[in-house]
Every structure is written in structure tokens, then in C-alpha cells.
């Protein structure tokens, strides 16, 4: 049986897993993500254990690569990732000449839309706004059924267009981006600030040092009725839906789908969404607003749409630059 292993990189962790030809995932394996302050090796390193703890010793046939950053227009380098330290850098080569095996690489978002649109929320849809919250905001869009790259590789950056001017820090060196107001960051930033001021679970949960919040730490608040962390939840919920009525004023999509880490929280982050939504598009009633739908693989879109990218790949018998394979 052929094994095609799907790795979706983040600003937080790495998830690798291998994916049946289904979209189903078997086995997976995670590690941490070393920072975007430290040498890409470090990177690659808890990649290849990852993809070493999943192969179990088994010959792989492929390997994807969803990576939360800017991938050029021929899927070889990683040109700039904000909460990576990839800055040009030719992963596709240098991993598969260390794995000895094919590799595809493609942005995460993107990797996300081609789940989704095989197995998920967008299947047989041709035209679709994908979105991943997690760390950041990943985007993805969907032409007549196919991801649409651009002219860069790089379209779907929805994250960082500006909508604060002169507004909060993003680590991408501009100020007001979508991602710094609905985001895994953005949660944990709005539960962080609030340690101090208003009553909360969380103070106790983060020993009263407000850089010990983790997203995880918000969610389970918020499930347990905290106050704090519900407003966390309704402020980066309405963020997203603000941002989604930009994109679907530009692009008319037949559905915009959210996945990612933070859409784990489900209609707690959905349903303010849409309420925004609602509010924020230009002639919403007067049209057919598009339905905000939660991924169904969720935050494992990306090493699904990665493993099928790889798929693909060995089956048009393409190597790492083009090569046929031997």
C-alpha cells in the first residue's frame, strides 16, 4: 500500500500524518514548532521527526508540505512566513534530497481548500473562500473547483490586509492586519489584557502571570461559562465576519469556509461571525449572503489537502523539479 504523508506547518506546532487516498488520516505525529527566531534547520529537524515517527520505518511515497507562509508560483521555496523562519528558502529541494523522496509544497490554506474541496465542506463547489485561524489567518480561494495561486503563488493572503490603520503590530512588519484582530493570537491577546480587570477563571489558570494564557486555556474557559473568555471568543468572531464582508463585497463566493485551530471552538466562534457578517456586507439584504460554514476536517484540512498534493504529484510521475520519477 502506497504512503503519501501530509505536514502542515505552523506558527505553533507541526502535524504530520498519513492520509488515505479517502482523506482518511491513520497515523500522525506532532511536535513543536521551534520559532521564527531560530535557524530553519531547527525547523526541518522536528519536520523529519515527525515524518520519521509516522513512516514507523516504512518506504514513503510522498511527502506534502502545507506551509504557513508565502510559497512561490512553483511550489519550491518558502519566500517569507511570518511566524516561521523561511525567508526564500528552497525547502522542497533540500527536504527531498534529505528524505530521499518526493515532495510537494504548497501554502497551508491552500493545502486546506484542496481538502475541503475533495472531501469537505466545499465539495462540488466551485467557487469558495477557504480560511484558516490559527496562529494567524491562512486564506485560500477557490475558481470553478480549482485553488487559485495567482500570478506569485501568493494570492490568499487575506491576513494582512489592513483593517485597523495604524493599528496593532503584526509580526509581518505591517500594522492593523486582519489576522491581529481574529486569530489564536488575537484570543489569547484579549484574554491576556483583561488578567487584572475583570473577574476570571483564567488568572487562576495562569498562576496570575498573564503570558502563561494559551489558546487551549481560553477555550476550555469559555466552555466552562468564563465570562472573559466568551468575550475573547465574540471579539475575534465578530473580526471575522467584519473581514469575511470585505471578501465576499470583492469576490461573490458561493460559501466561505473556516477551519483551522480556533475553528475548533465551532459556533462560539462561528456565530458572531455571521451576525457580523450580516451587519458588515453592503447590500445584504438585498442579496444571497453565502453561508459561513465550519470546515469539516478541521484544524487536519492542511495535512489532508498536503498528503493529496503529493498524490497527485507522484501520480502525474512529477519529482521534486520536474523529474520524472525512478
Not at 126 to 137: H, K, M, S, W
Not at 157 to 179: A, L, N, S
Not at 293 to 310: C, K, N, Q, S
Request: charge should be negative; charged fraction near 20%.
Amino acid at each position: 500500500m502506497a504512503l503519501f504523508i501530509g505536514v502542515d506547518v505552523g506558527g505553533t506546532k507541526v502535524l504530520a500524518a498519513e492520509v488515505s487516498s479517502g482523506g482518511e488520516l491513520r497515523r500522525t505525529a506532532r511536535r513543536t514548532t521551534p520559532g521564527r527566531r531560530v535557524d530553519a534547520a531547527l525547523v526541518e529537524d522536528a519536520l523529519t521527526a515527525a515524518v520519521a515517527e509516522v513512516a514507523d520505518g516504512r518506504p514513503v511515497d510522498g511527502v506534502g508540505i502545507a506551509a504557513a507562509g508565502f510559497v512561490d508560483r512553483a511550489g519550491e521555496r518558502v519566500m517569507f512566513a511570518p511566524h516561521l523562519p523561511w525567508r526564500g528558502e528552497d525547502v522542497r529541494a533540500r527536504l527531498s534530497t534529505r528524505w530521499r523522496t518526493l515532495v510537494a509544497l504548497d501554502n497551508d490554506a491552500n493545502c486546506a481548500a484542496r481538502a475541503e474541496h475533495a472531501h469537505g465542506a466545499a465539495r462540488g463547489i466551485d467557487d469558495a473562500v477557504v480560511l484558516t485561524l490559527g496562529t494567524g489567518i491562512g486564506g485560500a480561494l477557490l475558481l470553478g473547483g480549482r485553488v487559485h495561486r495567482g500570478r506569485n503563488g501568493m494570492a490568499g493572503e487575506f491576513g494582512h490586509m489592513q483593517v485597523v490603520p495604524e493599528g496593532q503590530p503584526c509580526q509581518c512588519g505591517g500594522r492593523g492586519c486582519w489576522e491581529q484582530y481574529s486569530s489564536g493570537n488575537a484570543l489569547v491577546r484579549y484574554a491576556r489584557d483583561r488578567i487584572g480587570r475583570e473577574p476570571t477563571v483564567l488568572e487562576e489558570a495562569c498562576g496570575g502571570n498573564p503570558e502563561q494564557i494559551t489558546g487551549p486555556m481560553v477555550t476550555a474557559a469559555a466552555e466552562d461559562g468564563d465570562l472573559v473568555a466568551r468575550q475573547a471568543f465574540a471579539s475575534v468572531g465578530d473580526w471575522l465576519g467584519v473581514g469575511v464582508a470585505n471578501l465576499v463585497a470583492a469576490l461573490d463566493p458561493d460559501c466561505v469556509v473556516v477551519g483551522g485551530g480556533v475553528s475548533a471552538a465551532g459556533d462560539r466562534l462561528l456565530e458572531p461571525a455571521r451576525h457580523a457578517l450580516l451587519r458588515s456586507l453592503v447590500g445584504a439584504a438585498d442579496r444571497e449572503v453565502p453561508p459561513l460554514l465550519l470546515a469539516t476536517l478541521g484544524p487536519e484540512a492542511g495535512v489532508v489537502g498536503a498528503a493529496d498534493l503529493a498524490r497527485a504529484e507522484a501520480a502525474s510521475g512529477a519529482g521534486p523539479s520536474g523529474q520524472a520519477l525512478r
